[in-house]
């Protein structure tokens, strides 16, 4: 097997080693193989295993999907407008909402649900007197699901509140699979990432309603081409409002407000 003539599975799955790629099957088993899978090893000796696979996603996101729209109930009763907001890790999501708390949350009530792996570090940053913020710590999971969307809103005071606001775990692949039950996804693109992150990761600008094109005012720095960046997110997701912010200097923040407020649920 080389680079190029790399093996591809039957699910479509490239693997192409490249220099330094490990070669060496040492990798020890996690577990013990079952009888089953044992006694189709011994009857294949030319290494023609058959093993049949369930893909247990399926009936995952089915649950997923049902409780998704338990909270999308819950949220539309109580008048609450619900983002999810995704990106890479460090794009700037907790930075943008701690300025969006301070000034549109000033007269609009908000609360906030907070993922990462692990700390509460983002759920301190936001918390403020005016705003009830929980944390939900995922350990393993490098998304949040509306399983524990619903439990966090329960540890949440929700009175008065008439926006949530979701920051997912820092990861561009897993949280698009998961609907949480919000009527909004926000999808982040820094200029740190590069212009090409949608071509190469198009699924979760797929779903996006808006798209905010996050620390601009760095974007010169870096050689950031602003323009390829905007026509990649179209190219992708034609769908969503894209919006260019800086939480540093305030650039664009009025337009993310009057996109938050034109879409409040009637009171
Ligand atoms: N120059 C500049 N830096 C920013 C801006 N927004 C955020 N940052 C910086 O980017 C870094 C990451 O910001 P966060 O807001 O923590 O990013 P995040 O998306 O919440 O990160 P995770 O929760 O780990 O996924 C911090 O050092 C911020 O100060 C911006 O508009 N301009
Ligand atoms: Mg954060």
């Not at 020890?28 to 011994?42: G, K």
């Not at 983002?83 to 794009?91: D, F, Y």
């Not at 705003?131 to 998304?143: D, E, K, P």
Request: aromatic residues 4%; contains cysteine.
């Amino acid at each position: 097997m080389s680079a190029e003539n790399p093996a591809i599975a039957d699910d479509g799955v490239r693997i192409s080693p490249l220099n330094g790629a490990a070669v060496s099957p040492t990798r020890a088993l996690s577990a013990p193989l079952s009888a089953e899978i044992s006694a189709a090893l011994q009857a294949s000796p030319k290494g023609e295993v058959q093993v049949r696979s369930l893909d247990l996603s399926i009936p995952l996101l089915e649950r997923n999907d049902i409780l998704a729209e338990r909270n999308r109930g819950y949220f539309l009763g109580r008048g609450l407008l619900a983002l999810n907001l995704v990106s890479s890790p460090g794009a700037g999501k907790t930075t943008l909402l701690e300025r969006t708390l301070d000034e549109f949350g000033k007269d609009v009530r908000c609360a906030v649900l907070v993922g990462d792996l692990e700390t509460d570090n983002d759920g301190r940053r936001l918390n403020r007197p005016h705003a009830s913020v929980a944390q939900i710590t995922t350990g393993t999971v490098c998304h949040l699901d509306a399983g524990m969307i619903a439990r966090g809103v329960e540890a949440l005071d929700l009175t008065g509140a008439r926006v949530l606001f979701i920051e997912n775990v820092g990861n561009l692949v897993c949280p698009a699979s998961f609907d949480l039950g919000e009527q909004i996804r926000v999808v982040l693109l820094s200029t740190t990432e590069g212009e090409e992150k949608p071509l190469k990761y198009p699924p979760i600008f797929k779903s996006a309603h808006v798209v905010l094109l996050t620390k601009v005012d760095v974007a010169d720095a870096l050689g950031f081409n602003r323009a390829l960046a905007i026509e990649n997110i179209r190219k992708i997701a034609p769908q969503a409002q894209i919006i260019e912010v800086s939480s540093r200097t305030g650039e664009g923040l009025a337009q993310w407000y009057a996109y938050l407020r034109a879409r409040l649920p009637k009171q």
